[in-house]
Nanobody, 124 residues
Framework: QVQLVESGGGLVQAGGSLRLSCAAS????????MGWFRQAPGKEREFVAA????????SYADSAKGRFTISRDNVQNTVYLQMNSLKPEDTAVYYC?????????????????WGQGTQVTVSS
């Protein structure tokens, strides 16, 4: 299984931007669809975005559309989440995850490998 390590979280003011990174090792990265999920205190983990193994197909939660962009570099074995126009309600621990299928989805059940998460805090 692939191992995942997220980075890039932090504290940002509302309206600001952050770029999360997720470095993969121990597997053939280009054979996994990748996703980003988030979990706020007291809430269930929710889907944010996903990208197919080639990078040609992406999908987003409604809350992320128009503000977040998922991308990947299959040479650097890294997936990114560019987050713009951040809002206080985006505050959560963000997790990247790997799905051993070409296109990925929005269900946590499809993803077999998870990182430990990175905290994103957006102040108002």
């Amino acid at each position: 299984q692939v191992q995942l390590v997220e980075s890039g979280g932090g504290l940002v003011q509302a309206g600001g931007s952050l770029r999360l990174s997720c470095a993969a090792s121990g597997g053939t990265f280009s054979l996994y669809a990748m996703g980003w999920f988030r979990q706020a205190p007291g809430k269930e983990r929710e889907f944010v975005a996903a990208i197919s193994w080639s990078g040609a197909s992406t999908s987003y939660a409604d809350s992320a559309k128009g503000r977040f962009t998922i991308s990947r570099d299959n040479v650097q074995n890294t997936v990114y989440l560019q987050m713009n126009s951040l809002k206080p309600e985006d505050t959560a621990v963000y997790y990247c995850a790997a799905d051993p299928s070409p296109f990925g989805g929005s269900s946590t059940r499809a993803f077999t490998s998870w990182g430990q998460g990175t905290q994103v805090t957006v102040s108002s």
